[in-house]
């Protein structure tokens, strides 16, 4: 099972990739674990400068963008 953690303080575009990221996960009917990470201490620990920001398995995926259809199902790849 994948975990992906959006970070973000939950503004428009932390929820938009929340949004873009379940529905990826829906349809390429991936395991995957979605956890939102909204302190602003851990996004800063965690070295991210830009929101939202995605990590998968602990690693960062994306930073500063919404992600398009292509890139997330990269990742599930």
Same mark, same amino acid.
């Given at each position: 099972m994948k975990k992906i953690e959006i970070l973000g303080t939950g503004c428009p575009k932390c929820q938009k990739t929340? &949004?873009?990221i379940e529905k990826e996960i829906k349809e390429a009917d991936v395991e995957a674990e979605v956890v939102k990470v909204q302190e602003?201490? &851990?996004?800063?620990n965690r070295g991210v400068m830009m929101t939202p920001a995605v990590m998968v398995d602990g690693e960062l995926k994306? &930073?500063? =963008?919404?992600?398009?259809? =292509?890139?997330? =199902?990269?990742w599930f790849e």
């Amino acid at each position: 099972m994948k975990k992906i953690e959006i970070l973000g303080t939950g503004c428009p575009k932390c929820q938009k990739t929340t &949004e873009i990221i379940e529905k990826e996960i829906k349809e390429a009917d991936v395991e995957a674990e979605v956890v939102k990470v909204q302190e602003l201490d &851990e996004i800063v620990n965690r070295g991210v400068m830009m929101t939202p920001a995605v990590m998968v398995d602990g690693e960062l995926k994306c &930073e500063g =963008k919404i992600p398009g259809s =292509k890139e997330i =199902k990269s990742w599930f790849e």
